[in-house]
């Protein structure tokens, strides 16, 4: 097997040798439906994944700028036409209110309910610098988009279901050398995230 190997210039990360597993290929395949229509960020701990974490990803989420309708209907119909459908009950303007009011809506193939993707639209200041300052993911030749490192750990840390602390550890361990601590203990604070939840270097 090919020794992971993580390589930073910039915003842009390049990951080689991660051994790519059946939610890698879901979310693959899914961005690129996505790609088509908006731009996005991964604002979950699936994002550790990326990196070469191989714990359990129970949750995968995508934060996309606010679209219009018109576009989000085209989105959602391209998904259709490629095999996916929505979890969520109700219909287009249902699923459209969810989307813009940052609640969300969850994506999965039409078979089945694993695994599966929540998208929502960045209406709140962290969401949208999420946006903003992503850093561009290459993994094995294939691109993804993930916000930076020092706020999408505090983002996993929040209490809720955007990922473990296992997977903020990991991001944090494994890419120390590459976080400014200072933007990192701010957003924490900004998010009332505990300081203490981070590992002990």
């Known amino acids: 097997m090919q020794e992971l190997q993580i390589e930073w210039n910039g915003r842009t990360v390049t990951v080689d040798g991660k051994a790519s597993t059946e939610t890698d290929r879901f979310v693959e395949m899914l961005a690129d439906e996505i790609w088509k229509y908006s731009g996005y ?13 191989t714990g359990p990803c129970e949750e995968v989420e995508f934060t996309l700028p606010i679209i219009c309708r018109d576009r989000f209907y085209a989105m959602i119909e391209s998904l259709y036409e490629a095999g996916y459908h929505v979890m969520n009950p109700g219909e287009g303007e249902e699923w459209f209110r969810l989307f813009t009011s940052g609640a969300g809506i969850r994506i999965a193939r039409e ?40 706020l999408l750990i505090p ?5 809720g279901d955007r990922g473990t602390p296992e997977q ?8 120390k050398d590459h976080i400014d601590e200072t933007d990192m203990q701010n957003w924490m604070d900004h998010l009332g995230v505990e300081r203490s939840l981070l590992p002990v270097q």
């Open 155 to 159: 983002f996993i840390l929040m209490p």
């Open 41 to 53: 960020t991964i604002t979950s701990g699936y994002a550790a994944s990326l990196f070469g974490h």
């Open 111 to 150: 078979e089945g309910y694993f695994p599966n993707v929540h998208i929502r639209a960045n209406p709140r200041d962290t969401d949208r610098y999420a946006y903003l300052k992503r850093l561009k993911v290459m993994v094995n030749g294939k691109r993804f988009f993930a916000a930076p490192l020092e």
């Open 168 to 175: 903020a550890a990991y991001l944090y361990t494994t890419c």
